[in-house]
């Protein structure tokens, strides 16, 4: 939202920067808690949320800004990018941007783990200031809210004697700002600490954080009267803010990357084994060629992984064909940590992308692809031994 | 921001790039060349041919800005490289901006002037004063190709409004990804558009593009070559070999980096300090910042030393340092390129027919039309675009007749080949095969005899006589290749044929290199692999012996140009874009009346250079070979350039042509009258075109000529549709005339150059050189 630190010749040096620990303040509670829906009031230039967006904890992320134009956010780092297709999360991920204020109500800002107001509050005038607990913690009622603002006090430290940004309406010392928090507090049923980011220089210990913070924990348990906040489904669908951006990432909950990631994996993992079954000794077993030595590749794997692997059965070959037992592609960890070693769900997703055999049981292959071709004609490949 | 400052090198390329990226095509828009051209000043469209309607992947824009608008400059103090971040300083301030605004990263372009021509603002970078000046710069009118630089920027942010995800310069939909599960592949459908201005209206082009995204990290590549090379050294050679010069993309910001070299020295555990002068390890640095867990702590790490640039090829940049596990690889590999089956599928995918072409480029414009946001902003600047493809008539030139021996015949329009009528008689002009080798790898004595045995077959209806080959049998090394060589050529050898068991480029090479540079003589490699199948054995034996026949300086057969005493050159420029080398022009003319004959040279060039500025040489010695055979210098010289790149045209002008002029001047006696036209030639262009019928759009024959409605202006250009492809959609081929002392009218040289499109078959001047540029291949040789 603003800027701490006004520089001169007397800069006090923060590092890292102020914003900066702000964000990881956020960040750290974020991880610390495993927060699933978040929303930020004033969001700027959604530095925060992009932070965020990286938890894998992370699945509803939003932000509102009175300021917030659409085509500025145009995508932009919010969006999921090449790579969120190529490496999809773990769990879904939806980015929704609002322009709107936050004293108006908007029934979709309800039911969050957790809103921050970083640096917002100074910037409401009296009339907003009075309006903000009631719909923050009234009627939004998140079960946890951080609420950031400077430190008065620890303004003399810098050079200029006035506000830290010229639209603050007021800056706070640690009395004004925790009498106001424990009184929002007590109204609503929260429970508040008290903390900062911005240490003071040595000698000034006395003045206290640069930037004050105060996290709010709802009382789940000792629900009053004074509380109004309702299970979220009670609350009437109550639309102000306009939708400024959103997108939804891809992720293993989506059955289409979930099989896209599975199918890559295992892909990846044949091809490996096929490398080293071509280069191997084989022997022919009837219409079969089976390898004589162990398929397992040497690399990215744990001695323990490997003995189990060398256990499972064996790949093979028939005619142009190699196949591999899905008795033993589950055993690699990326694929087994994929399907939690459902062998069931291996069988059924990995047959909607690649080709399985006969009775299910393996996954076909062609012996000779792009890569392995550069084996045949460079002549790695070890000949078949006749039984 | 941290991961900023640490690869400021490369952002600061990126954001460059990102500034100028239609100043290319813009700057040649405006270049002027028919000015000089009197003899088009009427009309630069030509009448003969039969008419036919076509159509074209062009949309009109119906309706833009009609006022003037205003052009301010953004200064930024200090300054500011990265794109983005200047975008959103200069948005700090849009209560004064205002909502209508298009912002290029340097000018801003307001459809309102400002309160003051000068102003300077105050913007807050984190917690750094910029300082940023807006000052008026010029008004632009509505027709100002200014101004189009501009829609072409606003048009890119719609195309971000819908959700495109935009890689490099195109823009991909991928919520429309076909996957290719076996090879680990995925393709997103995509977009390339640009709105420019041409004969008569403005449009906007829009083309489909395909993105490859491959399912595979640069870890996954180099633990699959772990396992297969236990050897560290040969290990670190094929890594080398597959990754440097390929461009990665990292997976959590979306960056992309060129693998310049590999650091086997560190490891992700390896601490760099950041831009508060923290120590951090890659892996701490990736988990606290990006969530991202490094598994693998004993790979090495890739280095890019940024982007490539031609202006800051000197400027030393900032290397990168890269976990491998965190970079995916992009594009075809050669790998990939040489399997047949990976190919098929995915160009089963991406070759577009006309119809499917329509269906999607529709798709994109009905998007458009219903989105609410996106129609929100183009009314802003009252911009309209038709909803269908722009249509006006073409024409088709007369087949093309093609001398061989006493035999002519007319080249078939519908299928732009003649190859069924070549093969049942005797070439233009025949050498015999009296001494010549064979040499074969151990294991492939079988492709070598049928190989043999099928050109007996069918040398004598091709006229061409052949003696019995010295067979010889050699290993599958280079080493082997050379020494038998080295002990069976003798100065009497005509040719020699290299069957290779497989496509290993590095044997190729080499024995190119030394039957190009130690001992030159014609050659012919094939692989064994092809020779195998048994029914497409004549067709290509047919075909080899076609080829060779060229290599030893015979011709397959002739077209009638229709003029006398021209001399042909063709140009081209190639970028060793891997090595960021030298790049290299080649030079072809040619050397007889019947354009049989070929000399070929090239020139080299510092890297980025693309003018080729040691013409004079090559000119003259071009003159010095016509006139030894023909007894007289050529009156007139056609200069066909290719491999221009955006933006250069100018260049060309003022460089390129009085170059040659002025050589020209030095070789010729005063007043000699020889006369110069030199075109530009284009092949990789957006611009498509149809015919329609019972109902479905397909491809236009080839002989298709278009000179109006996408033609510009100021310039004496035409597109000529020469080939005709069995799937997909034809690429046409854009001919700029920018210099003309001949006079040619528009018909006379739109059939020279469609009659000079049948003249492609490979050189006889040997390996390595150029094709005859102007041709764009209806008959490959090979």
Request: glycine share 6%; net charge neutral; proline share 5%.
């Amino acid at each position: 939202m603003d800027n701490c630190e006004v520089p001169s010749k007397k800069v006090i040096e923060f590092k890292p920067p102020v914003y900066e620990q702000r964000y990881y303040f956020v960040k750290n509670l974020v991880n610390r808690h495993g927060l699933r829906k978040i929303a930020d009031l004033g969001f700027g230039d959604a530095t925060l949320l992009w932070m965020l967006k990286y938890h894998r904890c992370v699945q509803y992320l939003v932000g509102v800004d009175v300021a917030a134009r659409p085509f500025e956010w145009g995508g932009g780092r919010l969006s999921p990018g090449v790579g969120g297709y190529i490496v999809p999360r773990e769990l879904d991920l939806t980015i929704t941007l609002y322009r709107g204020s936050a004293v108006q109500k908007d029934s979709r800002l309800c039911g969050f783990d957790l809103i921050t107001c970083i640096e917002l509050i100074e910037h409401l005038d009296s009339e907003d200031l009075a309006k903000f607990p009631e719909v923050v913690f009234g009627y939004f009622s998140p079960g946890m809210v951080v609420i950031s603002t400077p430190n008065s006090e620890f303004n003399p430290l810098f050079p200029a004697s006035t506000f830290r940004d010229p639209d603050h309406r007021f800056e706070w010392n640690r009395t004004q700002f925790q009498t106001w928090a424990l009184d929002v507090a007590k109204l609503y049923n929260y429970s508040v600490e008290f903390t900062g980011v911005g240490d003071p220089p040595a000698g000034a210990e006395h003045v206290g954080y640069c930037t004050q913070i105060g996290v709010f924990q709802k009382n789940i348990a000792k629900a009053t009267e004074s509380s109004i906040s309702e299970p979220e489904e009670h609350v009437p669908e109550e639309h102000i803010y306009e939708v400024v951006y959103t997108t939804s990432y891809p992720s293993l909950q989506q059955s289409k990357y979930f099989r896209l990631t599975l199918s890559s994996e295992s892909v990846k993992a044949i091809g490996l084994m096929k490398s080293r079954f071509l280069r191997g000794l084989r022997k022919r077993e009837g219409d079969r060629v089976v390898p004589l030595g162990s398929c397992t590749p040497q690399f990215g794997l744990t001695e323990a992984q490997r003995a189990e692997i060398d256990q499972s059965p064996k790949p093979y070959s028939v005619g142009e064909k190699f196949y591999v037992p899905l008795e033993r592609l589950i055993i690699y960890p990326k694929v087994n940590h994929l399907v939690a070693g459902s062998m069931e769900k291996l069988r059924t997703i990995l047959a909607e992308g690649l080709r399985l055999n006969g009775d299910q049981s393996a996954v076909q292959v062609e012996l000779v692809d792009y890569q392995t071709q550069r084996l045949f004609d460079e002549h790695l490949i070890s000949p078949v031994l006749e039984s | 921001m941290r991961e900023e400052a640490q690869l400021v090198a490369t952002l600061q390329a990126t954001s460059v790039k990102e500034r100028n990226r239609f100043g290319g095509i813009f700057r040649d828009h405006v270049v002027d060349t028919r000015q000089y051209l009197d003899h088009v000043r009427e009309s630069t469209a030509g009448t003969q041919g039969r008419p036919v309607k076509l159509f074209t992947n062009h949309f009109r824009v119906t309706s833009r800005p009609q006022q003037v608008t205003y052009k301010y400059n953004i200064d930024y103090m200090p300054d500011i490289e990265d794109g983005k971040v200047r975008t959103e300083l200069l948005l700090q301030h849009k209560a004064l901006i205002g909502k209508c605004h298009i912002f290029d990263g340097s000018s801003l372009l307001l459809p309102q002037k400002l309160l003051s021509p000068k102003m300077e603002l105050v913007s807050l970078l984190k917690k750094q004063v910029v300082k940023v000046t807006i000052e008026f710069t010029s008004e632009l009118t509505p027709t100002s190709p200014d101004c189009l630089r501009y829609y072409n920027i606003l048009f890119r942010r719609i195309l971000k409004m819908m959700e495109l995800e935009q890689v490099g310069r195109n823009y991909y939909n991928k919520r429309e990804a076909t996957e290719f599960s076996d090879h680990n592949l995925v393709i997103w459908p995509g977009y390339v558009t640009s709105i420019l201005e041409y004969e008569t209206s403005i449009t906007l082009c829009a083309d489909v593009n395909h993105k490859l995204v491959r399912m595979q990290t640069a870890y996954d590549l180099i633990s699959a070559l772990c396992d297969g090379f236990p050897a560290k050294q040969d290990l670190q050679e094929q890594v080398s070999k597959q990754l440097v010069g390929s461009i990665v993309s990292t997976v959590f910001n979306n960056k992309t980096y060129r693998v310049d070299d590999i650091n086997w020295e560190e490891t992700p555990r390896t601490t760099f300090k950041t831009s508060d002068g923290a120590e951090i390890t890659f892996v701490e640095y990736y988990k606290t910042r990006y969530d991202q867990v490094v598994t693998e702590l004993n790979q090495p790490l890739l280095i890019s030393k940024g982007k490539w640039k031609k202006s800051q090829r000197d400027t030393p940049q900032e290397p990168v340092l890269l976990v491998p596990q965190l970079c995916h690889l992009t594009g075809l590999t050669d790998d990939l390129r040489r399997n047949y089956r990976v190919m098929r599928d995915l160009a089963l995918h991406m070759r577009l027919d006309p119809e499917k072409r329509q269906h999607e480029l529709q798709k994109l414009m009905n998007a458009i039309q219903t989105n609410k946001e996106v129609q929100q902003e183009l009314q802003l600047w009252d911009l309209k675009f038709d909803a269908s493809f722009l249509s006006f008539s073409g024409r088709i030139l007369k087949e093309v007749r093609i001398f061989q021996g006493r035999r002519v015949f007319d080249s078939h329009p519908q299928f732009a080949d003649w190859s069924k009528e070549t093969r049942s008689g005797p070439l233009l002009n025949v050498k015999s095969l009296d001494h010549w080798l064979i040499l074969y790898p151990t294991g492939n004595y079988r492709a070598a005899s049928f190989f043999l045995q099928s050109l007996r077959r069918v040398t004598p209806t091709m006229g061409i006589s052949m003696r019995e080959a010295k067979i010889l049998e050699v290993s599958d090394t280079v080493q082997s290749y050379t020494t038998a060589l080295e002990n069976h050529v003798s100065s009497k050898t005509q040719m020699v044929v290299c069957v290779l068991s497989s496509e290993k480029k590095d044997l190729y090479d080499s024995i190119k290199q030394y039957l190009c540079v130690s001992c030159p003589i014609p050659s012919q490699c094939v692989i064994a692999r092809t020779l195998d199948k048994l029914q497409t054995l004549m067709t290509i034996a047919t075909k080899l012996a076609q080829q060779m026949n060229c290599k030893m300086g015979g011709a397959l057969w002739k077209v009638d140009t229709g003029l006398q005493n021209t001399m042909f050159i063709g140009i081209d420029c190639f970028h060793d874009i891997v090595h960021r080398r030298k790049s290299i022009a080649g030079f072809v003319s040619s050397i007889n009346q019947e354009l049989t004959q070929w000399f070929s040279q090239c020139l080299f060039q510092e890297s980025g250079q693309e003018l080729v500025n040691g013409l004079k040489a090559c000119l003259e010695a071009a003159l010095k070979l016509w006139c030894k055979h023909n007894l007289f210098l050529p009156q007139a010289i056609i200069v066909y350039r290719d491999g221009v790149g955006d933006g250069q045209l100018q260049a060309l002008l003022d460089h390129e042509v009085p170059q040659i002029e002025s050589s020209l001047k030095s070789v010729y006696p005063k007043d000699s009258g020889v006369k110069l036209t030199f075109i530009v030639v284009k092949k990789r262009i957006n611009t498509r075109f149809f015919v329609e019928s019972e109902g479905r759009l397909r491809n236009p024959l080839p002989g298709t000529v278009i000179d109006v409605e996408v033609t510009k202006r100021q310039w004496y250009d035409f597109f000529i549709v020469s080939q005709s492809v069995k799937d997909g959609t034809v690429t046409p081929t854009h001919y700029n005339v920018i210099h003309d002392t001949v006079r040619f009218t528009p018909d006379r040289i739109q059939c020279l150059t469609y009659r000079l499109c049948h003249m492609y078959y490979n050189l006889p001047a040997g390996e390595q050189t150029m094709r005859f540029v102007s041709c764009n291949s209806p008959f490959e040789v090979y």
